[in-house]
């Protein structure tokens, strides 16, 4: 191996791995009470999670406002909004990009649920969801069903988007059935 090589391999080895190793915090563990906050969402309103006890909350962080992934996840939530609604469940998006960007997003490809501007990234890092690409901090891609006593019922740390709102609906259905 030559010497080019040899620093390709490691810089390429470093990049993969830096963003799994540039996480602020673990992620919450099922049984464990969620960590509550207040965001501001696209639509001028606040949200704060507390007040949704009593519901299925589906809160899931994703990396940037219409790029193709996070497009095609937040447009399967936005078409699957009527199978949510059946569940008694709500949709919350979180990424810490900024209410005016979420408006934007929403509009162009027309989201019905809420999305959250966690521009101080402080959500996203309780929810161990803050991850680097590079020098910018974005919000891993990452899913929590809340139950509605307030406690972590399962997380999906592996999302592939195209599939991923189908996934939370039948957790959502399994998570019904057992009574957790």
Sequence with gaps: MNTYSGIFAAATMVLVSWPRMARATA?????????????????????QLSA?????????????????????????FAMDQPEY????????????????????????????FKLLADTDKKVSAAYGS?????????????????????????????VKPAVHSRQVLAALDALSATGK
């Design 85 to 112: 609604t059946k569940r008694k469940a709500v949709v919350l998006g979180v990424s810490v990009d900024s209410v005016d960007s979420h408006q934007e997003f929403c509009t162009q490809e027309g989201l019905t």
């Design 130 to 158: 803050l991850t680097n690409l590079l020098v910018t901090k974005l919000s891993a891609r990452h899913t929590f069903i809340i139950d509605p006593q307030g406690k972590i019922a399962q997380v999906f740390a592996d």
């Design 52 to 76: 949704l006890h009593g519901t299925w909350v589906v809160l899931y962080f994703y990396p940037k406002d219409r790029t193709p992934g996070c497009s095609i996840e937040a447009h399967n």
């Design 27 to 47: 992620m919450p563990v099922v049984g464990s009470p969620a960590p509550d906050f207040t965001l501001p969402a696209h639509d001028g309103s606040k949200v």
